[in-house]
């Protein structure tokens, strides 16, 4: 499945990369499932980017209707969660 990004075209291509691979993680979290540690951690990174709440959640609606996966319900269980390792269903 092909899946658009919501990038921003003002970012540089490190900091696309990063947003991408928050959004990877995201989705592996769905699908597979992944390490909280490793979500948090690329989340943080997301957020050295995207510092605006109103911008996070405007990605996040975008993402959400481009694949079923909210980054927001993924950050709120890594972040409540006591389990190693995360999976959520769409």
């Known amino acids: 499945m092909r899946i658009n990004y919501p990038l921003n075209p003002d970012w540089s291509t490190d900091e696309i990369v990063t947003v991408i691979e928050f959004f990877g993680k995201v989705e ?52 409540s969660s006591s389990a190693e390792k995360l999976r959520l269903k769409k």
Do not use: H, N, P
């Open 28 to 79: 592996q979290t769905y699908e597979e499932g992944v390490k909280r540690t490793e979500l948090l951690e690329a989340y943080r990174a997301f957020k050295a980017i995207v510092t605006s709440k109103s911008e996070e959640k405007q990605l996040d609606q975008f993402y959400y209707e481009e694949t079923g996966c909210s980054s927001y319900k993924a950050v709120q269980e890594a972040r």
